[in-house]
């Protein structure tokens, strides 16, 4: 969902106002003046916010241990001059830090307190993490370290290392040594210990004690941090490692490999990486060491090595046991060049409809339609169309259209890197009487893979001699009075495609199988699905809209938003309310450009009209119900298609994206407190509201005792602007 700047920020921050009183301490335990507290703690601590959503204005970094007072500013004193709330929190989830205290203050410049507000806690030894509870802005946090006694703690840890194994008569340790670092502080106690390897080694964390086994002399340098942020001066010990004494005379075995992009030659394209792996069945491999050229430098070899530069290159490589034995050098040899030119240029294209026509344009009998792509590029790597908004299929020859009707082609192109051709139309009419009529289909069904009930069959979801795809002959969505009857309807609708050749005889075994486990039929499985919205006028005209956009009934019986004004509104059912049901329709993302349209299902919301906290009845859906969302694109906003907006977040990669133009299959069933989302008939999100949402302070129309949701509400379609065009279809609900 996305908003303008301000009104997404002041949303936002409501919403989790709303979520975070929940964590109050206690009521009373805000609200009073600073005076009263004063004598409670000799310790006071502030907080300062005001119109920013990135940092507090102000904020302590370090506090002691006790009794303190904390004071949390939010108000026109501090610069809130837009009426925004904001929250302190201190987090009680992650283990690094106290939890303790759970402290949640809610302050805005409106509120009966004018944004200044007090708090009585107990602060403890450690680190305190605080944050604003605004969904999306989580750098709104920092770090509070509270030390023990009544000053603040400047010593550093005492650090300690000890070395164990057994040695030789030089002092070597034989075949390893183990170090272990420790380290005391009698302050804020000790936060935790590095050590590096080396005299210029990057600092690791210490968790365990080093074992050190290359053969060799060695420096581990260490030290420690204290919680109050003390550091401990650098210190070090040296020692060495021998071989265990063996009779292992032979050298390591040595290989490498080259890998990376070639060109016709087997040249490499840009860079080329060297991997070296060396083994040794005697005493071991100790160190493996490369050089780059005939007269480069020996060099510890750690990980590949990458060679950018252009020309000939040779990498040579050796290996020692721990016993000294060092194999003979070998060398690797390989050619790097310059990568052609990236193309980012997408394929051109044109198309052409051709055929006979009459006198008002119209074709007679059918119209063939041909698209041509080139690509001077990469290549030429696919051309795809749509008819009628179907889903894109491969183009390998002119697709001949013939049903009546006016009709609409899709196309589109991608070259071999993966540069896609924004799509482009041609639309034509079939004229009446010449054509091949429209067909009754039992149902709208135009999934890519055949569905019965929620079982994919994966078959594909093929045309018949009757112009009804496969799904839309076996009438799933149909009240059968027998699970026997449907099973009999499915089996002879298999046999007439069998023999017509649409399926063979292992898809019909699956189709059935399907139908079998799909329990329709069965006591409480028929589906039973009720139109809301099939494309009619009568139908679209139930609809009511509301706030800022539009929606638009089209020809082909779909109905797509944001095509004559913008701003933020919704269209909804508001004939009757709903309690637990599946949703099902479909949703075509049809916005300008590469971007892509931001809507949502919104689902439970109490009457937008007259309602007493909303002066605008568009939010009453955000504020009170739940929004489904719609959004494939890779960027900005966080939660994408399947979330629950604002609750249960889905990423772009778990909600199946398919490319723009493409019908999607939605259906959002909720039960009790219990939300299920599928997307072209898989299962993306699950998400429960059981305890959920309480609206605090205490509301005249809360939906329950427990504080929950609403437990029933209407159905509605979120509108964006003007560049988040959407389209939706077959709109039905089966109550469960």
């Known amino acids: 969902m996305r908003l303008g700047r301000r009104t997404a920020s002041f949303w936002t921050a409501l919403v989790a106002a709303v979520v975070s009183v929940l964590a109050l301490t206690s009521a009373a335990a805000y609200g009073r003046a600073d005076d009263d507290r004063a004598a409670a703690a000799a310790q006071v601590l502030t907080w300062t916010a005001g119109d920013s959503i990135e940092r507090y204005l102000s904020f302590p970094t370090t506090a002691v241990a006790g009794a303190t007072t904390i004071v949390f500013e939010n108000s026109r004193a501090t610069g809130n001059t837009t009426g925004m709330p904001h929250t302190l929190t201190f987090d009680l989830s992650d283990p690094e830090y106290n939890h303790d205290v759970p402290l949640n203050i809610l302050a805005n410049p409106n509120d009966d307190m004018g944004g200044r507000h007090t708090a009585e806690v107990t602060l403890t030894p450690g680190r305190y993490l605080f944050k604003c509870t605004i969904p999306g802005h989580g750098a709104m946090q920092g770090v509070l370290t509270v030390t023990e006694g009544s000053g603040e703690d400047t010593t550093a840890p005492e650090t300690t290392v000890r070395l164990d194994g057994d040695k030789n008569a030089d002092g070597a340790y034989i075949g390893q040594a183990t170090v272990t670092v420790g380290a005391t502080d009698a302050g804020s106690g000790v936060d935790r210990i590095e050590y590096a390897v080396g005299a210029d080694g990057p600092w690791q964390a210490y968790t365990t004690p080093v074992v050190v086994d290359q053969v060799g002399t060695h420096r581990i340098r260490y030290r420690a941090m204290d919680k109050a942020g003390n550091t401990a001066s650098e210190k070090s010990v040296d020692f060495a490692v021998a071989a265990p004494p063996t009779d292992d005379t032979t050298a390591p075995e040595t290989s490498a490999t080259v890998s990376g992009e070639k060109d016709g030659q087997g040249r490499y394209l840009g860079m080329a990486t060297v991997t070296v792996t060396a083994s040794d069945t005697g005493s071991g491999v100790n160190t493996i060491e490369y050089a780059i050229g005939a007269d480069g430098a020996w060099q510890p070899y750690t990980s590949p090595v990458m060679v950018h530069e252009t020309g000939s290159h040779k990498v040579r490589f050796k290996a020692t046991d721990k016993a000294g034995n060092t194999a003979a050098e070998k060398s690797a040899d390989f050619t790097v060049v310059e990568p052609p030119a990236e193309d980012t240029t997408p394929p051109e294209m044109t198309a052409g409809v051709s055929g006979e026509k009459n006198s008002d344009g119209a074709y007679i009998t059918s119209a063939k339609v041909t698209v041509v792509a080139a690509d001077t590029g990469s290549g030429l790597d696919k051309v795809e169309y749509s008819l009628d908004g179907g889903p894109y299929l491969a183009y390998t020859t002119p697709v001949i259209v013939d049903r009546v009707g006016h009709h609409t082609v899709l196309y589109r192109a991608t070259d071999k890197a993966g540069n896609t051709a924004a799509a482009q139309s041609v639309s034509f009419t079939i004229a009446e009487g010449g054509g091949v009529p429209a067909p009754n289909c039992p149902e709208f069904d135009e999934r890519l893979t055949v569905v019965v009930g929620t079982v994919d069959t994966g078959v594909p979801n093929r045309m018949t001699r009757s112009r009804c795809t496969v799904n839309e002959l076996i009438e799933d969505e149909k009240d059968w009075s027998s699970h026997a009857l449907f099973l009999k309807h499915v089996d002879t609708v298999l046999d007439r495609l069998l023999a017509d050749g649409v399926i063979d005889q292992r898809e019909h075994k699956k189709i059935y199988r399907a139908a079998k486990q799909s329990g329709l039929g069965k006591p409480g499985q028929n589906t039973g699905y009720r139109d809301l919205f099939d494309g009619t006028p009568g139908s679209f005209a139930k609809w009511q809209h509301v706030g800022g956009g539009s929606f638009g009934l089209n020809a082909d019986g779909s109905m797509t938003s944001g095509t004559t004004k913008g701003g933020l509104g919704m269209?909804?059912?508001?004939?009757?309310?709903?309690?637990?049901?599946?949703?099902?329709?479909?949703?075509?993302?049809?916005?300008?450009?590469?971007?892509?349209?931001?809507?949502?299902?919104?689902?439970?919301?109490?009457?937008?009209?007259?309602?007493?906290?909303?002066?605008?009845?568009?939010?009453?859906?955000?504020?009170?119900?739940?929004?489904v969302q719609v959004l494939d694109r890779p960027d900005g906003d966080m939660y994408k298609t399947g979330s629950v907006y604002g609750f249960d977040r889905v990423g772009l990669g778990g909600a199946g994206v398919t490319p723009k133009g493409t019908w999607n299959d939605y259906e959002i069933r909720v039960e009790g407190q219990h939300y299920s989302v599928f997307r072209n008939g898989v299962l993306i999100n699950e998400f429960d509201n059981a305890g959920g949402q309480v609206f605090t302070p205490p509301r005249a129309d809360d939906p329950g005792t427990d504080g929950r949701r609403y437990a029933t509400g209407y159905i509605g379609l979120q509108v964006h602007g003007t560049t988040d065009v959407i389209s939706y279809r077959n709109i039905r609900i089966k109550e469960l």
């Open 571 to 627: 269209l909804w059912f508001p004939q009757r309310q709903y309690g637990d049901f599946s949703l099902k329709l479909q949703w075509r993302d049809d916005a300008p450009g590469t971007g892509n349209a931001n809507s949502g299902v919104f689902v439970r919301f109490p009457y937008v009209h007259d309602n007493p906290e909303e002066s605008r009845p568009e939010w009453v859906a955000i504020k009170y119900g739940h929004e």
